[in-house]
């Protein structure tokens, strides 16, 4: 059973910067692809970006390409979301999420939060204008 914790949500003002970690336990996470999403209220959940802890290749949303950046560290077992000149848009709940994907990472299936078995609790972000 794979757990996942994210951390370093906030309030920061515009332009500013974040970076939210998941770290991940229990399991071969080695062998899984993370995502991080996020949900705004009243709106659907969100892909940002995902990442392959093998390969390391990565696939990012259309909306935050250019400015988030995601990135892990093996030794430490952590995915981070770096996430540069955030706006009062980027408010929500940031999400990280985790799977096998044996057979099927692709950039259609990484941004299909059904694709994952395992959820983080999440953690909120607040850009103050």
């Known amino acids: 059973q794979v757990q996942l914790t994210e951390s370093g949500g906030g309030l920061v003002q515009v332009a500013e910067s974040l970076r939210l970690s998941c770290v991940a336990s229990?399991?071969?996470?080695?062998?899984?692809?993370t995502g991080w999403f996020r949900q705004a209220p009243g709106k659907e959940r969100e892909f940002l970006a995902a990442?392959?802890?093998?390969?390391?290749?990565?696939y990012y949303g259309d909306s935050v390409s250019g400015r988030f950046s995601i990135s892990r560290d093996n030794a430490k077992n952590t995915v981070y979301l770096q996430m540069n000149n955030l706006t009062p848009e980027d408010t929500a709940t940031y999400y990280c999420a985790a799977d096998s994907f044996t057979g099927r990472w692709s950039r259609a299936t990484s941004r299909n939060p059904s694709q994952y078995a395992y959820w983080g609790r999440g953690t909120r972000v607040t850009v103050s204008s």
């Open positions: 990442i392959s802890w093998s390969s390391g290749n990565s």
């Open positions: 229990g399991g071969n996470v080695r062998s899984y692809c």
